[in-house]
C-alpha cells in the first residue's frame, strides 16, 4: 500500500527506492538524496526490538536515518502517513 503512494516521484517528486540494500540489511524505502531509510513496521517487530535497536544504530554510524512507520498508522491515517515522511525528507 504505501509503496503505491511513493513509486514513480508520485510523493512531491521525490525519487525513493523499495527494498534497497544498505550494507547487510535490506530497507524497505530509501531515499538516497537525503540518506533516508523508511522501514514500515509490522507486530513481528514488537518481539525483535534489539534486533532493530542494533540495526537502527549500524544504520545511523553510516550516515543513515531510519524513520519508522506502524503498518496500523498507514491503515488509519495516509495522509498523516505521508506527511510524516515529507517532514523527515525536508
Given at each position: 500500500m504505501l509503496w503505491e503512494l511513493l513509486r514513480n516521484r508520485k510523493l512531491a517528486g521525490?525519487?525513493?527506492r523499495r527494498q534497497h540494500r544498505?550494507?547487510?540489511f535490506i530497507l524497505d524505502f530509501y531515499y538516497t538524496?537525503?540518506?533516508?531509510?523508511i522501514e514500515l513496521d509490522g507486530p513481528i517487530h514488537?518481539?525483535?526490538q534489539d534486533y532493530d535497536r542494533?540495526?537502527?544504530e549500524w544504520l545511523s554510524e553510516n550516515?543513515?536515518?531510519i524513520l519508522r512507520i506502524k503498518n496500523e498508522e498507514?491503515?488509519?491515517s495516509k495522509g498523516k502517513v505521508l506527511a510524516k515522511i515529507i517532514a523527515a525528507l525536508k
Open positions: 521525490y525519487k525513493i544498505i550494507g547487510r538524496a537525503k540518506k533516508l531509510g514488537d518481539y525483535q542494533a540495526r537502527d550516515g543513515i536515518k498507514l491503515l488509519i
